[in-house]
């Protein structure tokens, strides 16, 4: 069994920053690309940015320049730095991960959510 665990939301004024961090644990492999998305209420979940296992991101049109994606292999950790936050960006924000459990064994699992709620 896999877990993916999100950290780090909370409240923030407009301008601010914050740090979410997505720690995976249990019968890996290998985490191969991993992603944050955001769901706002009465929203469809959207994907927020990537990062495969060697590196290359990817970015929500909205978010380039503001946030960025990060991972730690070794602590099989993904991480999301937030800056110049908006009221738009309150969402619940998920990890996602495609994670072998065995060399021949990938599957996809989430993490719970963690809400950011920046206000104006």
């Known amino acids: 069994q896999v877990q993916l665990v999100e950290s780090g939301g909370g409240l923030v004024q407009a301008g601010g920053s914050l740090r979410l961090s997505c720690a995976a644990s249990?019968?890996?492999?290998?985490?191969?690309?991993m992603d944050w998305y955001r769901q706002a209420p009465g929203q469809t979940r959207e994907l927020v940015a990537s990062i495969t296992r060697g590196g290359s991101t990817d970015y929500l049109d909205s978010v380039k320049g503001r946030f960025t994606v990060s991972r730690d292999n070794t602590k099989n950790t993904l991480y999301l730095q937030m800056d110049s936050l908006k009221p738009e960006d309150t969402a619940v924000y998920y990890c996602?991960?495609?994670?072998?459990?065995?060399?021949?064994?990938?599957?996809?699992?989430w993490g719970q959510g963690t809400q950011v709620t920046v206000s104006s």
């Open positions: 996602h991960g495609e994670v072998q459990v065995s060399a021949n064994y990938e599957f996809e699992y």
């Open positions: 249990g019968n890996i492999f290998r985490i191969n690309t």
